[in-house]
T-cell receptor, first 111, second 113 residues
Framework: KAGVTQTPRYLIKTRGQQVTLSCSPI?????VSWYQQTPGQGLQFLFE???????NKGNFPGRFSGRQFSNSRSEMNVSTLELGDSALYLC??????????FGPGTRLTVT | GENVEQHPSTLSVQEGDSAVIKCTYS??????FPWYKQELGKRPQLIID?????GEKKDQRIAVTLNKTAKHFSLHITETQPEDSAVYFC????????????FGKGTKLTVNP
């Protein structure tokens, strides 16, 4: 099976802009979770989707949002970008939440 | 909410030695504990996990132990090799369904040849 894929892999944006990141899960996986990874805060949970429904959300401002499509692909959007949003954004897919498999991540740089 | 503490933050061992990384969690309802290995510039890779109904699990040179009473779990790597060098993350979650993974801050393991 193909692994989790994420696009784009790298992104440079300026403050105030918005960005959309995409994640394609492993075939058959219906749960997609998003995490932010930074050197200072480590890996932090953003949100999780299952069958197009957001089931759980982390402690991030409302500028961070996401959605999942009927084919389980997921997108996350960050509006009004801030310098502190610079991070590696990882998505992970799983069958039921156990055994989450990560994608390669999208490296977002906000200038 | 859940909080996961991981120690040590860095660990340096000689090739062939054993390495132990320890994590403690705060929420007694947590019941799923995976470990991830992340090499520089790569994605976190699930290397082993344990559920709360099991005390120990082994996979070749890697083992994880869980003490539910003390709320801590540990990763043991035996006969370490240079390719074991990476950052290791522990995590905890409840039920493993919709619950999020809460990660420790990571341990940078260096195996010296």
């Amino acid at each position: 099976k193909a692994g989790v894929t994420q696009t784009p892999r790298y992104l440079i944006k300026t403050r105030g802009q918005q960005v959309t990141l995409s994640c394609s899960p492993i075939s058959g996986h219906r749960s997609v979770s998003w995490y932010q990874q930074t050197p200072g805060q480590g890996l932090q949970f953003l949100f999780e989707y299952f069958s197009e429904t957001q089931r759980n959300k982390g402690n991030f401002p409302g500028r961070f949002s996401g959605r999942q499509f009927s084919n389980s692909r997921s997108e996350m959007n960050v509006s009004t970008l801030e310098l502190g949003d610079s991070a590696l954004y990882l998505c992970a897919s799983s069958v039921l939440g156990y055994e989450q498999y990560f994608g390669p991540g999208t490296r977002l740089t906000v200038t | 909410g859940e909080n996961v503490e991981q120690h040590p933050s860095t660990l340096s061992v000689q090739e062939g030695d054993s390495a132990v990384i320890k994590c403690t969690y705060s929420d007694s309802a947590s019941n799923y504990f995976p470990w991830y290995k992340q090499e520089l510039g790569k994605r976190p890779q699930l290397i082993i996990d344990i559920r709360s109904n099991v005390g120990e699990k082994k996979d070749q040179r890697i083992a994880v132990t869980l003490n539910k009473t003390a709320k801590h779990f540990s990763l043991h790597i035996t006969e370490t090799q240079p390719e074991d060098s990476a950052v290791y993350f522990c995590a905890a979650s409840k039920q493993g369904g919709s619950e999020k993974l809460v990660f420790g801050k990571g341990t940078k393991l260096t195996v010296n040849p």
